[in-house]
């Protein structure tokens, strides 16, 4: 008996684990996702021809390489 409530208990503690490590991935693509949005209708409003708001909308997928090369730049 005593080992069945070790083993519910065990259980429980991964569970709630996993829970939480689901919850943080889920927080930190929806930032992602917040920033995607913002770099995209900064890049394509600025888009003089159809071509650069293509070119722009690429851009909004990669904007967190440009937001670290550029720290770095700056600590350089």
Not at 21 to 36: A, D
Not at 49 to 64: D, I, N, R, S
Request: glycine share 10%; charged share 20%; net charge neutral.
């Amino acid at each position: 008996m005593e080992e069945q409530k070790t083993e519910e208990k065990k259980e429980d503690c991964c569970t709630q684990g996993k829970n939480m490590k689901k919850n943080i991935n889920e927080g930190g693509s929806f930032i992602w996702v917040l920033g995607f949005i913002g770099a995209a209708i900064y890049f394509i409003s600025n888009a003089t021809t159809f071509w650069m708001g293509v070119v722009g909308f690429l851009k909004a997928l990669v904007w967190p390489a440009f937001l670290v090369y550029k720290a770095f730049e700056f600590l350089i």
